[in-house]
């Protein structure tokens, strides 16, 4: 039976011997693929097992020199153009190009070449979650037996280097970062009508009260985004959560030591639905929010006049704010207040995500490029260009372009209790069934048990593998 | 007869596109009536004549809000309905057209879609023309059934196949060649063309071969010398079609050219210009027209292939 | 020439029955040979692959035997994807065929019909990427009070009616998705329709409006059977595409909010659940619905060669 899917286990264990003379004179002797192949059928391997195992050998010999490194990101745009304003300097000293493909399906498209055998050199994932799936299917490169482990801990804080390691190696970098615990707002229309900013969650509800009172909304809120609607208002409740039960239950919820069908989980999930179920809070909600783009939702507080006051999402919204408002000034214009306090235990708590660096090759260019882009020097080119905000100790927080964006990397450095985003830590599995369920729960929040109850069957499998 | 359609089987498939020059005779040129009769007519023709224009209008106006869109600037269409870009005061750019036509590689790009796309339609054109004669018109065991599992495949979701082609294509080393997004489109394109080829051929009357057979002329010679002119309009629909889908790939390029992006073609590099938020999507109002322009115009050149009569004329000599 | 009592054994053979037995019997097969390695590599093998992995369980480690078909017809959530591509099927094909063949008429009969068959083929050629841009110009939702940038949100809202979440409302959204197809897909059948049309002879036609036939009688009783075969193709055509159906789903709802269709869900389940049992189970699901569509083709092919 074609098993391409799974690795060449079904070698007998007598052929043994000869497969690993046949890897011994690919590996050594230059075996010209073609001959690998014919060695190996001959052998009675299938084509897929075979392939697997040319896959493999490249995977651990490194005796070529290569001169370009291929690369899948979801980076398109100007995030792109950001990145290869980082990757120039390295191409120029070391003379090895970094081809570069985006796509926003990424999950599909590394899922497709990794078990076609074509991974790409490196792959920057949105999501921990799935850097832990590959490195537990043996995918992925452990960068320690390369890169310096004592600049890197001096470079990042132990949490960071904790979630890029799996079974005690390190195979992520964590490279782009967001914080998570920010709430858009314009200081002037806030100045204007005498509103405080909330510094804990009955101060927000109260001001949400006080500005619904006068006939006007107080929120903003959208999370339609493709295939992958609903991730905003996973956010929402990840921060909810760490701010209500704190960081212990936090981990334990995120490794599934606790079932989503807890109380505390649902407790999060309704702190949030007041919000976005509330009295006249969301001009037109629950199908506003579900039909609304999360950029779109980002532009009532900043129009003239506006139609709401607050909009939560992480710090990238300060990019669609600026693309769509230019004249408006970081600071005044537009600004962020920190996510309120909920239980004062837990005050400052923040969650944030990052996208991570991971290898699938081992050869001089990967090694090369990993080991450039952990430093701070290559960090600081895209911070300098703004959207982008690094957890990297050594990056000087006088090189964010604007008084905003320093604030929101110092917020997220500086917080007394950090927690990655509780979705992309999860297996994907999980958190595609969150980010559904989030759906389910705005359109009909009667159905709020139910919800929970699925996305605890889909963890159940997701774990135990 | 005058034509080789018999109307007892008319299975006749894509003689024409975009319309024939010539209006079809019955309609357009009715018979001598008496003058009530005639405004009559004139008034029926008048209100058909509408009712195609205001078809034909719905039609269009997606389309039309896209081309409005793409010379509009970012922050009005993110605010405001295209159809406001129509009323002064006017704001028309034509950033959206530079930011795209200025992307590294868009030329290069449009090159390699070239490259893929050229091969891509003419293999699978052949090979199904091949298959769909012998489907046709030669008799051997198991035929329906080996066609029948052909053209069921073409349910086959794209993304079904991906993972194991790939691993065959990594295996014969061609991954990220053109070689194998050009077999790639071929298995692809191949049901849906002998299906229709099939069909086609297959409604031709048998008289056609008798004289041919008598003169003792060979397979190969029946095909090339009386079957592909008379095919000629089948396989220019066909043609349009594949070469459409091809053109427009995202999905097999992206996997099957993955690790060559000095390949890629033109719907991979468009991907390129909008960020992982999605959020500067206006890009794409302009790339799809500028992706659009070569499909349309393989559409209008091959237009002059579906005029009627073709068929009758060569059927006759 | 003596007179012969035909039976079926002895009937003479039809000339096109004598003209497929030409040639040696390996000969068809040099012909299909290309085609068949084609298909048999690059579709008949991941198929077979998919039938087996539809056996066994998410992650491929052990037998499950009919577990996943099983789960796929007790599964609220799957059987509700089952209703959902029953409804495509059933609107998307006969919109796109009845659309296409009025179409096909009307333009036949008007002096610009060049232009009108090439407005309603542009569609088709705009990528799937341009076409999602076009219809989220047409479905946008603002809510109420704000400024409609949805065409046909801000079509409804002058009349005083409250804005659509076209995408969303459960009532609605499917319907609002099969629009989209039948503005892709209706050229494709307007363009094989067209082409049949031009093949009716015009006596026929003219005769029967001598004899006092009405438009209408004629289009059902003259123009419908005479090209019936091309419809038939047409429509297999668009069963098969709309049992497929992807890219719209995919791009516009993702499958939330009730849209969901047996390949999204297949997708789904392959690439984000990453389980290839239930997934191939689907696609497999997919081969099978194909199976009486293809009976019904062997069928007409056979009648239409008995005829020639």
Redesign the interface.
Known sequence: ??S???PPADLDRRENDTVDQLVEEYTQRGLS??QF?QRAFALGLT??A??TL??ACGGTTSAAKVTSV?L?????????DSFKAVVAPFTQASGITV??????DL???L???I????P?DLAIL?NPGKMQQLASQNKLIALDTFLDMNKVRADYATPWIDLGTYNGKLYAIFYKAANKATIWYSPTQFQSNGYQVPQTWDQLTALSDQIAGSGKYPWSMGVS??????WPASDWVAQIYLNQSGPNMYDQWVAHKIPWTDASIKTAFQTFGRIAGGNHYI??AP??I???G???AS??PF?TPP?AYMYYLGD?TA??IT????SLQPGTGFNFFAFPTITPTYQGAVTGGADVVVAMKNNNGVRDLVTYLETAAAQTIWVKRGGFTSVNKSVDLSAYPNVVAKDSASQLVAAPIFRFGAGDIMP??VQ??WW?GM?TYI?DQSQLDSVLQDIEG?AQ??YQ? | MSTIVNPEDSSGLPLDVAGSNEPAAWAKAPPPTSPGQRVVRWTNNGILTFIVVLIALIWSVPTFGLFVASFRPASATQSSGWWNGLVPPWNFTIENYQQVLRAQDMGQAFINSLIISIPGTIIPVFVAAFAAYAFAWMKFPGRDWIFLTIVALLVVPIQMTLIPILGIFTAAGITGSFLAIWLAHTAFGLPFAIYLLRSFFGALPSDLFESATIDGASHLRIFSRILLPLAVPALASLIIFQFMWVWNDLLVALIFLGGSPERAPMPVTIANLVNSFGSNYEVLTAAAFISMALPLLVFFSLQRYFVRGILAGSVKG | MATTLYTRANRPKSSGERWARRGGALVPWLWIAPAILFVAIFLLYPVINTIWLSLLNFDSSAFAGLTNYRRIFTDPRMLLVLRNNLLWLVVGTVATVFLGLVIAVLVDRVRIESIAKSAIFIPMAISFVGAGVIWRFVYQYAPPGQAQTGLLNAFVTNFGVQPQAWLINPTINNFALITVYVWMWTGFCMVILSAALKGVPAEILEAARVDGASEVRIFFRIIVPMIAPTIAVVATTMIINLLKIFDIVYVMTGGNFRTNVVAVEYYQQQFNFGNFGLSSALAVLLLIAIIPIMLYNIRRFRQQEAQR
Do not use: H
């Open positions: 039976m074609p391409y899917d799974r693929r073609r192949f084509v897929s075979a392939s040319l896959a291929n899948l990101t979801t980076w398109g745009g100007e995030e792109q081809n570069i493909e985006a796509t926003r999950d599909a498209v899922t497709t070449r078990r076609g055998n074509n790409p949105p985004s493709a295939a992958a609607s609903g001009n037109g199908q506003a579900l039909a609304t999360f950029q779109d532009y009532p129009k139609e990238f990019g669609f693309t769509q408002f230019p994907p599995a595609q069934e559904k759906l359109g889909v499998q997701s593998s």
